[in-house]
């Protein structure tokens, strides 16, 4: 009786250290969108990255009749942000105010028409706001870049 017991012990835990694992990996293949901010505040302090040399895929931000959703998109460096129109009206994507257009060059959609899109590549890290120059007051959104 005692070697059935002294032999489950250690097996238990080798199947619950085995779970874990394999637990761990498929949480690390989550988009870090879908993950908790503390989850990837604590990877970045000890530089877990969910896909090893892969690059980061494209954010997308959606232009609607209400306002761009999401509202706030978070990124890391050097990852795209896509703008999609899906509104019947024309918006011109810029930085918001015009004075930050410095921080980021290039960045200036023209104008979109429905269906149309506008991609751009975060480079530089910080807080970014970004508007709707035919309508600033009501359409803007924020890029974190981390």
Sequence with gaps: M???SGFIL??????????????????????????????????????ISPLAGAAEPT?????TKEGFVPQTVSVVAGQQV???????????????????FNNLPAFDSEDLQPTDSFTY???????????????????KVTVIVQ
């Design 10 to 47: 250690p097996l238990l835990i080798l199947a619950t250290l085995g779970m874990l694992g394999v637990l761990g990996y498929l949480y690390i293949q989550i988009p870090d969108t879908d993950k908790p901010e503390i989850i990837r505040q604590i990877q970045k302090k000890v530089n």
């Design 121 to 139: 590549s975060f480079e530089k890290i910080g807080t970014f706001t970004i508007a709707d120059s035919l309508n600033p007051y009501k359409y």
């Design 82 to 100: 896509t703008f999609v129109n899906k509104n019947n009206a024309a918006h011109r994507i810029a930085p918001y105010p015009k004075s930050a």
């Design 59 to 63: 954010a997308e931000i959606a232009i």
């Design 2 to 4: 005692n070697n059935k």
